[in-house]
């Protein structure tokens, strides 16, 4: 059981640049988010989804892209890369809102 | 808007203390409370839920509590050993935020041989 599996752990971005940060989960949860972890900052939301066609945006948003095709997957776009992304990025799943949650073991990500 | 805080940011102890880690949220209508564990470089663990209804969780050498109406939590861990050095996140799930987690900003344990 895979539970939640994000690629690339690692990735250095150029400012300008987009890419893709890949959220796969096999446990067939509904609701699935993104966040960031930042120095002293704690964890925060970027987007989230409560099902297949359903996005919404966290505390966060600027910046990023998401969207919802199917129940496994739930990739985060960077459109135009700024230092200031420069973070850990987690993705999480949960069946429902009352329910735990689990998390993928992150990409580093660092735009130069 | 839901606030959670943790305190203290970090801790050290000699190996085999009983330790509690505190955890408080400014909106008390949630639904549930996790804490995790998280090691350098690495992703966040879940180790124990604790539903709104409910007062504790234990599994093993830890226990949560809830205190809903007072907006707290404790995580107790007895027999503190190195191995639980780690960051320790608290995070609530409420109607304020959307159904979605608020996460405090961690404890920092260190646990000394």
């Known amino acids: 059981n895979a539970g939640v599996t994000q690629t690339p752990k690692f990735q250095v ?6 890419m893709t940060l890949q959220c796969a989960q ?31 945006q966290g505390e966060v948003p600027n910046g990023y892209n998401v969207s919802r ?12 890369a700024a230092p200031s992304q420069t973070s850990v990025y987690f993705c999480a799943s949960r069946d429902r809102f009352d329910t735990e949650a689990f998390f993928g073991q992150g990409t ?3 735009v130069v | 808007k839901q606030e959670v805080t943790q305190i203290p940011a970090a801790l050290s102890v000699p190996e085999g203390e009983n330790l509690v880690l505190n955890c408080s949220f400014t909106d008390s209508a949630i639904y549930n409370l996790q ?19 409910q007062r504790e969780q234990t599994s093993g050498r830890l226990n949560a509590s809830l205190d809903k109406s007072s907006g707290r939590s404790t995580l ?3 027999a503190s050993q190195p191995g639980d050095s780690a960051t320790y996140l608290c995070a609530v799930s409420s109607s304020g935020s959307a159904r979605q987690l608020t996460f405090g900003s961690g404890t920092q344990l260190t646990v000394l041989p």
């Open chain 2, 35 to 53: 804490w995790f564990r998280q090691d350098p470089g690495k992703g966040l663990t879940s180790l124990l839920l604790i539903q709104s209804s």
């Open chain 2, 76 to 78: 107790y861990i007895a």
């Open chain 1, 108 to 110: 580093r990500l660092t």
């Open chain 1, 69 to 80: 095709s199917t129940t496994e997957d739930f990739p985060l776009r960077l459109l135009s």
């Open chain 1, 26 to 56: 096999d446990m067939n949860h509904e609701y699935m988010s993104w966040y960031r972890q930042d120095p002293g900052m704690g964890l925060r939301l970027i987007h989230y989804s409560v099902g297949a066609g359903i996005t919404d």
């Open chain 1, 13 to 18: 971005l150029k400012t300008g640049q987009s």
